[in-house]
């Protein structure tokens, strides 16, 4: 499965090169055919500031319940590594790749 660049238009980011791109935050990948930069857009933003949002809850939630606070640590180690994985899975293969904000200097 391959994902169109923004500027050529041809099939040439793999789905761990489209995660690995960044958001607008970023300056994005090179495309491997035309070497102009792409990133994900706006969805991925959106996804992850409302998986922020949960994770944040979720671990506020844990510390306020937990009666054992060893179990409660490994728990929120839990939570954030899966916000990380998440997200990466969720940029590998939604959303498309779009032209970045930033530029280089």
């Known amino acids: 499965m391959k994902y169109e660049c923004p500027h050529c238009h041809e099939k040439t980011f793999t789905p761990l090169q489209k995660a690995l791109c ?18 994900n857009g706006m969805t991925g ?11 944040i809850i979720a671990i506020i939630t844990i510390y306020l319940k937990a009666t054992e606070r060893v179990h409660s640590s490994m728990l929120i ?3 954030i590594l899966g916000y990380f994985v998440v997200n ?18």
């Open 22 to 39: 960044g958001s607008y935050r970023t300056m994005g990948k090179p495309c491997p055919k035309c070497g102009r930069r792409a990133c």
């Open 77 to 79: 180690g839990a939570i």
């Open 88 to 105: 990466f899975i969720f940029n590998m293969f939604f959303g498309k790749l779009t032209e970045p904000i930033r530029t280089m200097r």
């Open 45 to 55: 933003i959106y996804f992850q500031s409302v998986t922020s949002i949960a994770m």
